[in-house]
């Protein structure tokens, strides 16, 4: 019985850190992310340790300060293509790793800012990497 009543706590556990991380992956809704914000994309992997760090983060933000930059990270699925920010062009939806390095070089609209990725570096397999 003991045992059972923990995994059930366990489960629950899970299941609201999960919800919870997927109620702030892809940002949006009626506003996007403002051109000053910080937007990644890319692999599936790390989406929702950076989804969980974005919504931490910009909680501690007061909704008063509209100077400092929040940081958002779209997940590797959903609609595509799609605007990641204010002002910017749609791009495709990065799918992985490569993808989301692919999206940050080729990013001329200044879109996407980082590209979360779970490999090792391979200058190869994408082209050179942007370093700002």
Known sequence: MRRTSKLLLA??????????????ADPGGP????????VGVGDATSQV???????????????SDTTTPRLYS????????FVPKTGGT???????????IRAL??????TVDFARSSRDPQSSACGSARHS
């Open 74 to 81: 779209y997940d590797a699925a959903g609609p595509s293509p």
């Open 49 to 63: 340790v950076l989804n969980q760090f974005s919504a931490d983060y910009n909680a501690t933000l007061p909704s």
């Open 105 to 110: 070089n080729a990013d001329t609209s200044a």
């Open 90 to 100: 749609p791009i495709q939806r990065p799918v992985g790793s490569d993808d989301g």
């Open 31 to 38: 506003t996007l992310p403002a051109a000053r914000d910080l």
């Open 11 to 24: 489960a629950a556990v899970l299941a609201t850190s999960v919800s919870a991380a997927s109620a702030v």
